[in-house]
């Protein structure tokens, strides 16, 4: 279930093609929504309720400053550098301040390098929600593709089947806006008995 209270405050996170500077296929609006959107789900279900947020906010812009769909460790690194100062004032919305920029901007730019963080890094759990949502819409690229032994959380292998489904439905029904997404992702956690209460732990906005 999502409430409304969540609903409004991710009302924000609009996505449109012109903020991409390059919207291909694979790594446009629609593999970002689902990225996002198991920022949120896989984040609840680990209790990070601080990182979920993070997440969220560096998976809206990880992809966005690809350059091609093909192989590239620089993405990263490019969209914490100019995309995340565009979209800082909507990351303040839902309660980001310069103290967390450091961290988000770590986790986007980690996201495309083929390195893996120490598990005492201080910003391992925002970096690996964000690579392990990522990876999890690898199933758009063929059934072969997502390789268990990728994932960095035990709780994301258990996503494989809702991850799939939700390709599938998004891409039958073309969802248009985030919250779409989101109220999908919650039919199919519901009919895979793994309901999510009040999906996305997003923090309401400081005062
Ligand atoms: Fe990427
Ligand atoms: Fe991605």
Redesign the pocket.
Known sequence: MINNETLNLVSGFKLREEYFDHHGKL?GIQ?TYR?MTHCLVLGSILNFERETKLSLCGAFI??MARRHDGSCYQHGQWASESKYPQFFSLFESIGITESDSEEIRFAVKWHSLPDEINLDHAFRKTAALLKDA?VL?RIRLGEGDLKVERLRFPETVKLLEYSKSLYLKSTNSKPIIFQDYLSIASEILDGLNTPIKNLPLVHQPRP
């Open positions: 790594h593999h990225v990880h992809d990522d819409d």
